[in-house]
């Protein structure tokens, strides 16, 4: 699993031209799921997004998380995340979860979120989606849930 995180301003989600969600300060998370993964998996990237310390404090230190700013979170499927890119011009998606399987997990990955008490705001799996948003800082990480040698 891999969550691309992008630390906003705002960020809204836009499907055939209607706004499905927005949110103010916060993460934008696009998610992608891969062959394999489990509830592990999940549960390492939710850990992850909950505590990741990437908002500033007083300091100007990233030193706070999204529970400590009560921020909120927009969360994404996003297949293309689970690409090869290594032969050729023609991304292989291969790796990337079947549908039925990665929307469960896109899902429940959520449900996890807000048991925490993070404001969660979502896009629409399997829709084609612009999204919008503002990055604060720029400040953006990609967290992976295995090992490169394990892929």
């Given at each position: 699993?891999?969550?691309?995180?992008?630390?906003?301003?705002?960020?809204?989600?836009?499907?055939?031209?209607?706004?499905?969600?927005?949110?103010?300060?916060?993460?934008?998370?696009?998610?992608?799921?891969?062959?394999?993964?489990?509830?592990?998996?999940?549960?390492?990237?939710?850990?992850?997004?909950?505590?990741?310390?990437?908002?500033?404090?007083?300091?100007?230190?990233?030193?706070?998380?999204?529970?400590?700013?009560?921020?909120?979170?927009?969360?994404?499927?996003?297949?293309?995340?689970?690409?090869?890119?290594?032969?050729?011009?023609?991304?292989?998606?291969?790796?990337?979860?079947?549908?039925?399987?990665?929307?469960?997990?896109y899902k429940d990955l959520i449900r996890d979120l807000r048991k925490e008490g993070i404001a969660?705001?979502?896009?629409?799996?399997?829709?084609?989606?612009?999204?919008?948003?503002?990055?604060?800082?720029?400040?953006?990480?990609?967290?992976?849930?295995?090992?490169?040698?394990?892929?």
């Amino acid at each position: 699993m891999k969550a691309l995180i992008q630390r906003v301003s705002r960020a809204n989600v836009m499907v055939e031209g209607k706004e499905v969600s927005s949110m103010g300060k916060g993460m934008l998370v696009l998610l992608g799921v891969e062959k394999g993964d489990s509830e592990k998996e999940a549960d390492f990237i939710s850990r992850k997004l909950v505590n990741i310390r990437i908002f500033e404090d007083e300091a100007g230190k990233m030193n706070l998380s999204i529970k400590d700013i009560k921020g909120e979170m927009l969360v994404v499927s996003q297949f293309t995340l689970a690409a090869d890119l290594k032969k050729g011009n023609r991304p292989s998606f291969d790796g990337a979860e079947l549908p039925g399987r990665a929307e469960k997990m896109y899902k429940d990955l959520i449900r996890d979120l807000r048991k925490e008490g993070i404001a969660v705001q979502e896009g629409v799996f399997g829709a084609m989606m612009q999204i919008g948003l503002v990055n604060d800082g720029p400040v953006t990480f990609m967290v992976e849930s295995r090992a490169k040698d394990e892929t």
